[in-house]
């Protein structure tokens, strides 16, 4: 089974408690899809210090069963060549297509760049919005 690859706007749907977004991630869970994301993207959207006002429960409960993964130099470097092939210029957005393999899908609310990065990378990965 394919991987879900989160992006900022997949993460804010959880934490805005949109619906759709929730059922959706919970049904590739039960097929046993994997969720995937990088500590960057959870900067992007984590405003809750240290979960002492609850604010982000439910992006919290989200977080315990998906795949965060550090960003390294590698990955660093691997990003920005990939900008500058793509012509996009978020670093966060081609960290989190680097994470993507043959038929993962990336949830994204910003599909246009993140299809060009896809496009770059030649990872054949299907962008979904949300």
């Known amino acids: 089974m394919s991987a879900l690859i989160l ?12 619906r759709a977004m ?4 919970r049904v590739a869970q039960q097929h046993g ?3 995937r994301t990088n500590a960057m ?5 984590w405003r809750d210090r240290q979960g002492r ?3 982000q ?18 990955d660093g470097r691997q990003a920005g060549v990939l900008l500058g092939v793509a ?13 993507a393999g043959p038929g993962d899908r ?13 496009t770059a990378a030649a990872n054949r990965a299907v962008i979904v919005a949300c």
């Open 57 to 74: 429960v439910s992006l919290a409960r989200l977080l315990r069963a998906v795949d965060v993964r550090a960003v390294s130099h590698h």
């Open 22 to 25: 929730i059922a959706r991630l």
């Open 87 to 99: 012509g996009t210029a978020d670093p966060v957005d081609a960290t989190v297509v680097l994470l």
């Open 106 to 118: 990336i949830l994204t609310s910003d599909p246009g760049d993140l299809i060009r990065l896809a």
């Open 53 to 55: 006002h609850g604010r």
């Open 33 to 35: 899809a994997e969720s």
């Open 41 to 45: 993207v959870i900067a992007q959207v």
């Open 7 to 18: 992006d900022a706007g997949a993460l804010v749907a959880v934490d805005r408690d949109d």
